[in-house]
């Protein structure tokens, strides 16, 4: 009995020591920049060495709300999120119920639909630029060769078509996740289920709607709000494709620019702040409406 | 939502032929069903295989869109392999993700053996703070991070990196290796500890050697994040020598600033891409389960 309460006090003992290193470490670079940031937000500073921070108020945040760029970068993200996570769902769903039946070269199909996935997203975004590039891209001339365009298209250069094609690289290397995480959940609904719908006779896509979309939508909703986070932050895909082709940012772009072009980590510390309460509101509407609990 | 439906339909193929028109009907079915897997396999791969072709192509025909080129050849490796920046950018990635993986995975499986099996007050709520915290977006702190590394004297340093990555990989490993040091039965660890082993002991030569799946999966993603980043990594390094792979490819300019050099871009992408396409072929297995395991057991 003693032995058992002084090992339980030793396990209690040893738990801080070894939680405690992890937490320190997060407290720095995680707690301490974030309020860093807030202080920033409302500081003149300038990261040029010259001028000596000082107190302005909402300035900054005047600055941002009222840069017509920022609303232009808020719009494309926006639209960028809602189009692109409307697509990696829907064709999520149905990469994962290929997954998810039995046939020949299933591994084969796994794997296959891993590689977008793994390929890094500077390297994505520089292969899809090549294949949509103005004059040899293989897009443009496949496309001309069917007769389905009358002429090669400079892709990249206006938003009208830009946008578009960055999305088309995103839906192609999330997809992938998307299907994995909604394959588990699928492997997860009992299969006597389908068998008892087939006898009382209901049709395969009347057991998709009954079964399959209800019991798999718990994970629907959990993937679906890690993909809204990570393209509401959106930055590799438009920084390399089309960087510096103005009209066509993002807020995160926005916001790296106001820091690195700019020097200001005023501006910068500002946009920051107001990106993370877009996204804290996001998740907080989010759970209201869908009742999903995290833990 | 026509391909889902589809998909459902083809799910549970009735096997046995009940007449010649089922037969048939299953037979079509069937057939769709592989265009489906073939079409989106090529839609997966198409953009690697052309990466790759484009390559291995000789600069002259680089420009052309025959599936076969007339020759192949290796001046596109040979160049990117001369460029010193590029070497050493992937020295860099290499040192980088490196010890990014092995301080994430040192310092989150201790965290993680004692938040899954040791009693500790404040467990809920460090579990919760650490699931919000792999949701956390980077960019929110760039400005901090950015003041800070100069305040520490290691902006445009590899270890300046190693610490900002570990705000995407820790969170991470500790959640995910958490789920599994719960999953084992308590029933390992009770028979030690009435020997009188301690729970260091413990951790050390029964759980830690049981959860090496999980690390070899946690620690391939981590790997796979650290090496593929490219936000931090154009942020807080300046010079040549400090870039990482990522940053290096994004800034790869030609003779003329007109012309991109694609081939030796294509290159030099397939350097950095077939490692980690290896990876996924061979821990295919393990990668879903840690992927899985991070967001579905949430």
């Known amino acids: 009995m003693i032995k058992e309460i002084d090992l339980y006090a030793r396990q209690k003992r040893l738990a801080w020591w070894l939680i405690a290193p992890a937490v320190l470490v997060v407290v720095v670079i995680i707690a301490y920049p974030t309020i860093q940031v807030i202080v920033y937000s409302f500081m003149k500073y300038k990261l040029d060495g010259v001028t000596p921070p000082s107190f302005v108020g909402w300035d900054n945040y005047s600055y941002v709300l009222t840069d017509p760029d920022w609303w232009s970068a808020v719009s494309n993200t926006l639209i960028f999120t809602v189009v692109s996570v409307i697509l990696e769902c829907d064709l999520g769903l149905a990469v994962a119920m290929v997954a998810n039946s039995k046939f020949k070269g299933r591994t084969v199909f796994r794997v296959a639909i891993l590689v977008p996935w793994a390929i890094p997203t500077v390297v994505s975004s520089k292969i899809w630029s090549w294949m949509v590039n103005d004059i040899y891209g293989v897009v443009n001339i496949v496309l001309t060769d069917l007769h389905i365009l009358p002429q090669k298209i400079a892709w990249l250069a206006t938003p009208a078509t830009a946008l578009p094609v960055i999305i088309a690289v995103d839906v192609w290397k999330a997809t992938p996740f998307m299907a994995l995480l909604l394959l588990a959940g699928l492997q997860l609904i009992p299969k006597d289920l389908y068998e008892a719908g087939s006898i009382d006779g209901a049709t395969k896509v009347r057991q998709f709607w009954a079964i399959t979309l209800p019991l798999v939508t718990p994970t629907l909703l959990v993937a679906l709000v890690f993909r809204t986070l990570d393209a509401l932050r959106v930055f590799d895909i438009f920084y390399v494709m089309v960087g510096g082709q103005g009209n066509l940012e993002t807020m995160a772009v926005y916001n790296q620019q106001q820091l690195v072009s700019f020097l200001d980590a005023g501006v910068g510390s500002a946009t920051s702040v107001i990106i993370l309460i877009v996204i804290m509101l996001f998740v907080i509407l989010y759970t209201r409406f869908s009742r999903t609990s995290f833990e | ?298």
Not at chain 2, 1 to 8: A, E, N, P, Q
Not at chain 2, 135 to 163: C, E, H, K, Y
């Open chain 2, 1 to 298: 939502m026509s391909t889902t439906k589809t998909v459902s339909t083809l799910e549970a193929l009735p096997t046995q032929g009940a007449t010649k028109k089922a037969d048939t009907k299953a037979a079509v079915l069937r057939i769709l069903f592989y265009a489906l897997v073939i079409v989106i396999i090529v839609f997966n791969l198409f953009p690697f295989f052309w990466a790759l072709l484009s390559s291995f192509r000789p600069s002259n025909e680089l420009f052309s869109t025959k599936l076969i080129p007339n020759a192949l050849t290796l001046d596109h490796y040979v160049e990117v392999f001369k460029d010193q920046r590029f070497v050493q950018s992937l020295i860099n990635s290499v040192i980088v993700a490196g010890l990014t993986v092995l301080i994430a995975l040192g310092l989150g499986s201790v965290c993680a053996y004692a938040l899954g099996r040791l009693p500790f007050r404040f467990k809920g709520p460090v579990l919760y703070l650490v699931l919000t915290m792999t949701m956390f977006p980077q960019i929110a702190i760039l400005s901090g991070l950015f003041v800070m590394l100069r305040t520490l004297d290691m902006f445009n340093t590899r270890q300046g990196l190693v610490l900002t990555y570990l705000i995407f990989t820790m969170p991470f490993t500790i959640w995910v290796m958490t789920q599994y040091f719960r999953s084992l039965p308590k029933e390992l660890e009770e028979a030690a500890y009435v020997d009188g082993a301690s729970p260091l002991k413990v951790f050390w030569d029964i759980l830690l050697p049981l959860t090496m799946p999980g690390l070899v999966s946690t620690g391939l993603l981590a790997f796979i994040a650290a090496w593929n980043e490219f936000l931090f990594a154009l942020t807080f390094t300046i010079t040549d020598n400090m870039k990482t792979v990522p940053v290096v490819i994004s800034q790869f300019t030609g003779a003329s600033s007109f012309e991109q050099p694609w081939g030796a871009i294509m290159a030099a992408s397939m350097v950095v891409t077939i490692p980690l396409v290896i990876l996924v072929m061979i821990f295919q297995y393990r990668i879903v389960e840690g992927l899985t395991a991070g967001a579905v057991k949430g």
